[in-house]
């Protein structure tokens, strides 16, 4: 009877992992210690599991300690594991990234890394790496380029208010 029962139960032990394991770091954009040719759109993390992003998550410092993040670090129901910030246009220079993030376990984890900006180097030469997810324009980012909802929206409104007023004026007229 107990090799019944402990044959099984070694077994479950034996193959089981651990439930508790916290998010780990897997990869950076950039890459830590990179060296850039060009300022990058965005920092990008990637876990070992799906993150929580409360609280400035990310936050990337220039060498005077000066912020240089949109602070609009995010994840995606589509990628959870994949934590994302837009960066302001870097001038040539030393940038650290600190991170931190809650676990699916609930336990916070954090770290930092760092990276440069430098004209004259290559990125390939420098190990920079390839961004994690393809970069996607965020909202403010259209609006500047003049291709995003924002730069319409006026035009649609107006027209709207236009149409509005006409219907009221031919309401009003019908009614004399």
Do not use: C
Not at 125 to 133: D, N, Q
């Amino acid at each position: 009877m107990a090799i019944l029962l402990g044959v099984p139960s070694v077994w479950l032990l034996l193959s089981s992992t651990p439930a508790l394991a916290h998010a780990r770091l897997l990869e950076t954009y950039p890459a830590d210690s990179a060296t850039l040719a060009q300022s990058p759109e965005q920092v990008q993390l990637r876990f070992s599991e799906s993150v929580e992003a409360a609280f400035e998550p990310i936050e990337v410092y220039d060498e005077g300690g000066n912020r240089v993040d949109e602070n609009d670090a995010h994840t995606t129901p589509e990628k959870p594991k994949v934590l994302v910030t837009d960066l302001e246009e870097l001038p040539e220079g030393v940038y650290s990234v600190n991170w931190h993030v809650t676990s699916a376990d609930g336990h916070p984890v954090s770290g930092t890394f760092g990276f440069a900006v430098d004209a004259s180097a290559s990125n390939t030469e420098a190990g920079a790496g390839e961004p994690i997810e393809p970069i996607e324009r965020s909202a403010k980012q259209e609006e500047a380029a003049g291709l995003g909802w924002s730069a319409i929206r006026p035009v649609i409104l107006g027209l709207l208010l236009v149409s509005a007023l006409a219907v009221a004026g031919l309401v009003v007229l019908r009614r004399r």
